[in-house]
């Protein structure tokens, strides 16, 4: 079994892998998946072992692999098998995958342990006459094991005098393992309340006068405490206070009369302070989604691999069915995971698992890339080492190592943030279905606007289609309004972001005490600087795209490269004074807001206000408890939230993601228009929304005014048929870029050799043009779109394409490849 060498993925831009020799001491423990150290030119680097091999490449010198980081493989051999997937589709170099999946190496403390085995502990009582006794030093190891309850501190083996032969062999035949746990984390308990009694006090021994008055008195209480913990599970004592409404005295006198017990329980990590007094809304399933769980169920039953999309309207609870199926997965001893499109939603759906499941399970874990270094290992090797059975988090968390999948849920599927735009340019969602394959578990995609590939799939039946038709409690969908710019204006001949009837609605809404949300797409103070006279706009000196006047930081920024220049007072090319500043940003909004509501409440989220989990925490939680009037930001705002006393949103520019060179323009339109008018009205109070465009023709608007999903599919699938798009073709983005312009030039004309006798075979090969960010981080950048009904061929050319690199010694890095491109800019 132990085979001397083994074959590493490196995080390097290469194709391959790497044979490395194991050091004899070192074969026991190198396995697949297992993270080890090795030499690698003059560094060191850290590696994934993807097979362990019997002989070396001949002629090549072979370097010895220097350590084996950790002695569990981090990687299962099913994420092994999806990170080769993933490295195929997408055409990445294994290693980079790998190192994507996987935490970050960080320092954790930890102690290596040796764990008795069931058949070790067997083995510890057998005598001398056993059929394959064990020699004395085994033996003295596996009592002594016996002794400590089971567990023993690695280096305590050496105490005895134990060699690591010794601890291998014993390793080998099962009677231990070895493991690695994590130290430093102070374990914080809680006391969890749990129902005991069988419906009958058990109030012997006192007075009949005693139990009846007491039994009036404390009934209603008890029978509320007994209906919670039943409904819910056991509960931590400080939200089971305020699930049922009694003070801690009355649990203190269940706990006695024995109708209640108790335990302390460890703390999650993850588990943040807003939770303390976080009660999880317990709705009755209404009709629909009762029948879509049913659906849900159905596909459990079957146990099979299957894609379900929950096509559900905003505001119609599908939150209240993912928090089921997870349930449902949970009590079917699988394991579940639930992506989320942002770091802000995991805060909120993982305070709702840890509240369903959080004290009845071993725990949940959440994944995301604000967590620190450690942090984010931590909770990962808390998953992998089986201690949390459901994962919320991101697009990475899609690598959870959980064993026994048995269901992924990917909610607002179509969100752009599942895409990777970095090596590996993978999206989280089609790689969540390719898992939920892989692992035979059901995905469950849930969108109030999905993506049209995701919907023409559910059409075609090649998945299912489960839908919430309505709001719960059959509240009203928000009404949504046009206002025509070009009206306005002509009205009132003033260019203010706000219309008259968006200021008219917004103070309605101030005189009712109700809340506004104000979104607009663009951050900063305005995004173009023009001079009047000669008309030069000011450009980022690394990309060919304007930069963005910051008022408050009083400078210019690129939004792309993050470079920043001072703010011109006249215009850097002929000099003239006239420089102007157009198109409005969130900045400039909130000042006008501020000007024109100058008793509101007003605050701003978008990336330059919500730098942390925590400004961005606050200032939603101030909005979510009424300290707020009015929240103005950008799509930020979108997504999501449920907030109760919103009763207006207005978009101020419906139009600037509609004039983007993109063919997901109209879709990206009516899906933000959707998502924020689904912002209004979800409480009580019924929701209004105020749409500002130049183009209200347009399809996407006019859809989504209606708030129409079907209707929308129908005009833009047509479009997307005539004009060969996704749904109906697969399509690649190359980009071939340098610093260089000649270089940058010489490449894709090279490549363009390459391609064009493929050009007309079953695929469509256009470019090499400028792409539309001709100039990016001041690279120059040239563009090649690859279209074809046939995913393998794009892939079998694309294939093709990396060998002749390869061959004409073009650099991997110049050229970047992008299977399923979200945006083609
Ligand atoms: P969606 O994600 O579909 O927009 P949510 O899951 O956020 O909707 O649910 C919207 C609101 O409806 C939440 O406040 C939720 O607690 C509530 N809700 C969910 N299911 C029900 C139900 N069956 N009856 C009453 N209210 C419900
Ligand atoms: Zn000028
Ligand atoms: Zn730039």
Redesign the pocket.
């Known amino acids: 079994m132990s085979l001397p060498f083994c074959n590493v993925a490196l995080p390097v831009p290469l194709r391959t892998t790497f044979t490395y020799a194991i050091p004899e001491t070192l074969r026991d423990f190198v396995q697949p998946g297992n993270r080890v150290v090795v030499p690698f030119r003059r560094k060191s680097l850290v590696g994934v072992v993807v097979e362990c091999v019997p002989h070396a490449p001949e002629g090549a010198k072979i370097r010895e692999l220097t350590k084996v980081l950790e002695f569990v493989p981090a990687l299962t051999p099913k994420l092994l098998e999806l990170g080769q997937w993933i490295a195929g589709y997408y055409l990445a170099p294994v290693g980079e995958v790998f190192r994507a999946m996987l935490p970050p190496v960080t320092e954790l403390r930890t102690e290596r342990q040796i764990v008795l085995t069931d058949s070790g502990s067997t083995a510890a009582q057998q005598d001398a006459n056993a059929t394959r006794p064990l020699n004395p030093q085994q033996h003295a190891l596996l009592s002594q094991l016996t002794e400590k309850g089971g567990v023993m501190p690695f280096a305590s083996a050496a105490k005895l005098g134990l060699d690591d032969a010794v601890l291998h062999r014993l390793r080998r035949a099962g009677l231990i393992e070895i493991r690695e746990s994590m130290l430093g984390r102070k374990a914080k308990t809680q006391r969890v309340i749990a129902w005991k009694g069988g419906g009958e006090e058990s109030g012997g021994g006192k007075s009949e006068k005693d139990r009846e008055s007491r039994a009036r008195a404390l009934d209603e209480k008890i029978g509320g405490v007994k209906a919670a913990l039943e409904a819910r599970g056991p509960l931590p004592l400080a939200q089971l206070l305020r699930v049922a409404h009694v003070s801690r005295s009355v649990i203190e006198r269940m706990l006695r009369d024995g109708l209640l017990e108790s335990w302390e329980e460890r703390i999650d990590p993850a588990e943040d302070p807003f939770d303390a007094g976080y009660v999880p809304?317990a709705?009755?399933?209404?009709a629909e989604?009762e029948s879509a769980l049913k659906l849900v169920r159905a596909r459990f039953e079957l146990g099979e691999f299957g894609v379900l999309l929950l096509h559900?309207?905003?505001?119609?609870?599908?939150?209240?069915v993912y928090m089921r199926a997870v349930q449902e997965t949970l009590a079917r001893g699988k394991t579940a995971i639930i992506l989320v499109p942002e770091i802000a939603l995991t805060l909120w759906i993982g305070r709702q698992c840890r509240a369903w499941f959080g004290a009845r399970f071993e725990g949940v874990a959440v994944l995301h890339s604000a967590l620190s270094d450690v942090e984010r290992a931590r909770e990962w090797w808390r998953v992998r080492n089986g201690d949390a059975r459901v994962v919320v988090g991101t697009r990475s968390a899609i690598f959870a190592p959980l064993q026994n999948l048995g269901l992924i849920i990917v909610d607002e599927e179509q969100e752009s943030s599942y895409k990777q735009e970095e090596t590996p340019r993978y999206h989280g969602r089609d790689v969540a279905i390719v898992r939920a394959k892989m692992e035979n578990a059901a995905a469950l995609l849930g969108s109030?606007t999905p993506s049209l590939e995701t919907y023409h799939h559910a059409r075609s039946g090649k998945y299912e289609l489960l839908t919430?038709a309505s709001r719960?409690?059959q509240r009203a969908m928000a009404s949504v309004e046009i206002v025509d710019l070009r009206e306005d204006f002509a009205k009132t001949l003033q260019t203010s972001p706000i219309s008259a009837t968006l200021h008219t609605g917004i103070q309605e809404c101030l005189a009712q005490k109700t809340q506004a949300l104000v979104l607009i797409n663009r951050r900063g103070y305005s995004w173009s600087v023009l001079c009047r006279s000669c008309g030069a706009s000011v450009q980022c000196a690394n990309c060919s795209i304007s930069m963005t006047h910051h008022k408050q930081r009083n400078r210019l920024e690129c939004h792309y490269c993050g470079s920043i220049q001072s703010v011109p007072k006249q215009c850097p090319k002929c000099q003239s004074q006239y420089v102007y500043f157009f198109g409005e940003g969130s900045e400039h909004l909130e000042e006008r807001l501020r000007k024109e509501f100058p008793g509101a409440r007003i605050a701003r989220l978008d990336r330059d206000t919500a730098r942390t989990k925590r400004q961005y925490q606050e200032t939603l939680g101030a909005f979510a408890g009424g300290a707020l009037d009015i929240l103005v930001g950008t799509q930020m705002l979108a997504k999501?939230h449920?907030f109760q006393r919103v009763t207006l949103v207005g978009v101020v520019s419906a139009d600037s993601s509609l004039s983007l060179p993109d063919f997901r323009a109209a879709e990206r339109t009516f899906q933000l228009l959707t998502q924020v008018a689904?912002r209004a009205g979800?409480g009580q109070l019924p929701g209004r929304v105020l749409i500002q465009t130049f183009y209200p023709e347009h399809y996407a608007i006019q859809d989504a005014v209606r708030q129409d999903y079907p209707a929308f599919y129908e005009r833009e699938t047509q479009f997307r048929r005539v004009m060969a798009y996704p749904p109906f073709t697969s399509l690649a983005n190359v980009i071939v870029r340098h610093t260089d312009l000649e270089k940058a030039i010489r490449w894709s004309r090279q490549l363009s050799q390459y391609f064009s006798p493929h050009d007309g075979k079953g695929l469509r090969i256009l470019g090499p043009a400028a792409a539309p960010l001709a100039k990016l981080k001041k690279e120059h950048r040239f563009q090649f779109l690859l279209k074809s009904p046939k995913r393998s061929l794009l892939a079998k050319v694309l294939g093709g394409a990396m060998t002749y690199l390869e061959r004409k010694e073009i650099p991997e890095t110049a050229v970047l490849v992008d299977m399923d491109p979200l945006s083609l800019m």
């Open positions: 809304p709705h009755e399933l209404n989604q559900g309207v905003t505001g119609s609870g599908k939150t209240e109030a919430l719960v409690e999501g449920d689904g979800r």
